[in-house]
């Protein structure tokens, strides 16, 4: 990983240490398949990178609610753009690269609110939420989705199965769309399996 993505890291990690208990295996994962993604699609890392670093550190400013809380998911993409900003420009971020990052972190999570052409538009956003969604389909993002949830094994994989991403956000990238059916078998298997 880059040194800068590295400092943006070590910037955010307490907004993490004090927001949701997963986020910060969350970030962890996303940051290392985030970096494969590029190179395989030949993305701006400069722009997914810190997106991906600092898409929810606005939860250490929100209620501990449940996350899927409308208002919950409202406010903490409009602190964690505010702290995106700052903590981007604490480091002489280019400011344009600033500006756009800010703007992704503060509609990361809109599909919730039914808008779902910007992550179609835009490669770099679209690739974020596809990343962002197979956490899910991951074995620690798995248990922290059931949790939240409530559903036991069976009833998580059967929400990733039929939830409705795909068709209203299809995949932005085949490298995306590849990992997310890799780690969803992975799942159908040890939870058929048993």
Request: hydrophobic share 35%.
């Amino acid at each position: 990983m880059k040194q800068i993505y590295a400092k943006i890291w070590k910037l955010a990690k307490p907004y993490y240490e004090k927001g949701r208990p997963m986020n910060i295996n969350h970030i962890e994962w996303i940051m290392r398949d985030a970096l494969l993604v590029c190179r395989k699609e030949k993305l701006d890392d400069s722009l997914l990178l810190p997106l991906v670093i600092l898409h929810d550190v606005g939860y250490a400013m929100v209620a501990k609610d449940n996350p899927y809380n409308l208002d919950i998911r409202k406010s903490h993409m409009k602190a964690g753009a505010e702290i995106t900003r700052q903590l981007l420009e604490e480091i002489d971020y280019p400011k344009s690269k600033t500006q756009k990052i800010e703007y992704y972190v503060s509609v990361h999570d809109n599909w919730a609110f039914g808008e779902n052409e910007i992550y179609r538009n835009d490669i770099i956003l679209g690739t974020f939420q596809d990343l962002d969604y197979i956490w899910m389909a991951t074995p620690k993002g798995f248990l922290a989705l059931q949790k939240i949830l409530g559903k036991n094994r069976k009833e998580m994989l059967e929400y990733l199965i039929t939830n409705d991403k795909p068709k209203l956000r299809p995949f932005s990238t085949n490298s995306t769309k590849n990992i997310y059916e890799n780690y969803l078998k992975d799942r159908q298997l040890k939870i058929q399996g048993t």
